[in-house]
């Protein structure tokens, strides 16, 4: 087993043959673990897989000889965003249900035509600005926990924040 040889440096980059040996060792096991966790077999398979991308696209940062416990991490983590987001569409979709009952069908269509000008200005705000402003908007993180999620500086968080809220700003013509 290739990989868990202690050769030195253990930073150096994951070969595909040691994250299919990572694969066959830990995939059931965290998916397990996730679906103990959350009892939805779906989700647990879905966020099993997005947890092994994760490692293959963070290969070249990586401690060899901690790849179970980073799965791990990276599944709990995964997995806790996940619920997060959808328990804040569910909460929304509550509330916008709600209010349904009482708003004018002159107030829904404005809501409509607000939400379709959002959604083409956030698809024109580049990749990167995009999304550091829905990591921060959205799942509430702040800019030092997108800076070591994405690998990036503190400032390059700021940058593509002020790009994304300029460009919000600029399009809708509101103060995010």
Do not use: C
């Not at 092994?52 to 806790?80: G, H, P």
């Amino acid at each position: 087993m290739g990989l868990f040889k202690k050769n030195g440096d253990n930073k150096e980059e994951l070969t595909l043959r040691e994250y299919e040996e990572a694969f066959d060792l830990y995939y059931t096991s965290i998916r397990n673990f996730l679906y103990f966790k959350t009892s939805q077999a779906e989700f647990s398979e879905d966020i099993a897989q997005d947890a092994f991308v994760k490692l293959w696209e963070t290969r070249r940062k990586i401690d060899k000889t901690s790849i179970k416990a980073y799965l791990y991490t990276i599944a709990n983590n995964l997995a806790i965003n996940q619920l997060k987001r959808n328990q804040l569409k569910y909460k929304f979709l509550n509330l916008q249900t709600e209010r349904r009952d009482d708003m004018s069908p002159e107030y829904l269509l404005e809501m409509q035509e607000f939400d379709e000008k959002l959604q083409n200005t956030l698809a024109k705000i580049p990749d990167g600005a995009r999304e550091v402003f829905l990591m921060n908007r959205i799942e509430g993180l702040k800019y030092h926990e997108i800076a070591d999620r994405l690998g990036l500086s503190m400032k390059a968080v700021e940058k593509r924040m002020s790009r994304a809220l300029a460009i919000i700003r600029e399009e809708i013509k509101y103060k995010v």
